[in-house]
Structures are given as C-alpha cells and as structure tokens.
C-alpha cells in the first residue's frame, strides 16, 4: 500500500495561474512526483474577495482535488493561506500545506537586521498572516507590509521587466526601502515573475524570499518523512484543470512555467 501512495499525485490549486510559479518550485525540488493543478480561473482574483467567499472557494478547490486522490495539497495561492488555511484543515484529511509558514521561517534564517517587508494582494497583507507568521517565531522582529495589487496584472501581461514595471515597483516599494529592510517575502505566486524589477527597485542587497520555493523545500521535507516520496524513475503525470478559459491558461502557463503545460482541462466545480 505504501508504494501506492507514494504513487499518488501532489495536488496544488490557486485561484488562477499565479501558483505555476509554485509548481515549477515543485518540479525542480521533486522531478518524480506526480502532480494535478487546479487553476479557478473562472473566479479569479480571491485578493478582492471575502474571508467567508475565500474559505467557501478553497474548501470546492480542494474537494476537487481530493477527487483525484491526491496524497497531500499544496494551496500555491497567498489569499487563501493567510484566510483560510485553517478552515481547510479542518476539513479536509490530506496533509496541506501554505505559503506563509515556509516563506516567513525562510525570511528569519536569511535576514540578519530583523528588518523583513512583506509584499502581497490587498486580501494577503490586511489578514497580516505573515506578521503574525514572523512575530510568533521571532518577537523581535520588525516587519513593514505593502500591498502591490497591480503586480499581477503586470506579470500576466508579460510586462514584468517592462519600464512601466520598474515606476509601478519603485512606487511600491520606496517606503520598505526606507526602513532598510533586509529581506523581502514575495507574498503572491505572480510576484517571482517580476523577481529582477523589484531587486532593481528595493537594491542588490536585499533578498528576495519565494514563497512558493520554500513550500517546495517544505513538501520533500514532509515527504521524506512519511516515508511518501515518488521512488519510481521514468514519464511523471502532470494534470492541469481550469474553471474557464483554458486556451489563455495554457498560453499564460508557459511564461509562468517555462515550459509546455499540455492539453489543459476545464472542469466544473
């Protein structure tokens, strides 16, 4: 029974396409596992939306994965792991795992000063999941938040290192720079794509902080020690479902991925 779980897929959903980024995390971390990706596009962004819509949408995303018995999931999207990750838990009998956890443990070993900045939706940085994050390990930390709400539609144009990315980043991000900072969490899976305008903007000696490459070191670690990593060499199996639109999925997906996503599937939830 054990080598069939441990042939079971990693399930990752997000509210659109932002958590490719993670998946492409996943791929390098973990090249045997199996994966299935939930993109809702059709009610994308949950950045705007309600904690009570936010929780209602990530508990459908995940029975939808558990419909493809997943051996644990990944919720690749900020919003959710900063309102609802709980609620999930509660719900739901696979191992999940957030953003917010492994991008605030990763920010405090790397940051020397204890001057850490949090970027992310509007929905991210009102629940201050990552403060709270970062104070409950550290309560000598200082961290300074700022919402960035037009870096997703930027990364989704292709415009990430356009020059209206470096204005839109330097405006952004003159006030974290102001107090020194240095660390930054990418708090949202689209960020990485505009990873090289905001080193620019917030300065080479700043690091950046992925969240999503965390969360990846975060599920071979778990993997490893339930004795559930994917052993078997040869072809992995890679499934992406949408909720709308997947032509503009998977033409999006390669700029998000770096690679071919294949067919991709629209499903209905």
């Given at each position: 029974m054990t080598e069939e779980r441990r042939k079971k897929r990693i399930g990752v959903f997000d509210s659109g396409i932002g958590g490719l980024t993670v998946v492409g995390a996943l791929l390098e971390q973990l090249p045997r596992e199996n994966i299935v990706y939930f993109g809702d596009t059709a009610r994308v962004p949950y950045g705007t939306k309600s904690v009570e819509v936010v929780s209602r949408y990530a508990r459908e995303d995940a029975a939808l994965l558990l419909s493809y018995d997943v051996k644990m999931i990944v919720v690749a999207c900020n919003t959710v792991s900063?309102?609802?990750?709980n609620v999930l838990r509660k719900h739901v009998d696979v191992p999940i795992i957030g953003m917010i956890e492994p991008g605030a443990r990763a920010a405090?070993?790397?940051?020397?000063?204890?001057?850490?900045?949090?970027?992310?939706?509007?929905?991210t940085i009102s629940s201050n999941a990552y403060p709270k994050a970062l104070l409950s390990n550290n309560p000598d930390v200082n961290v300074y938040s700022q919402a960035c709400p037009l870096f997703v539609p930027l990364a989704e144009e292709g415009w990430g290192e356009h020059r209206v990315a470096e204005i839109i980043a330097r405006e952004y991000l003159q006030e974290l720079v102001k107090e020194k900072i240095d660390t930054l969490i990418l708090g949202c899976t689209h960020y990485p794509i505009l990873k090289k305008t905001i080193q620019r903007a917030v300065g080479e000696d700043v690091v950046l902080i992925d969240s999503g490459r965390s969360a990846a070191a975060l599920v071979e670690r778990y993997l490893k020690q339930h004795d559930l990593l994917n052993q078997q060499n040869g072809q992995t199996e890679h499934l992406f479902l949408v909720s709308d639109v997947?032509?503009?999925?998977?033409?999006?997906?390669?700029?998000?991925?770096?690679?071919?996503?294949?067919e991709v599937k629209k499903v209905e939830l």
């Open positions: 900063s309102v609802a990750i405090l070993t790397v940051s020397k000063k204890k001057r850490i900045g949090v970027i992310g939706t509007m929905a997947p032509q503009k999925f998977e033409e999006l997906g390669r700029r998000f991925l770096g690679r071919s996503l294949g």
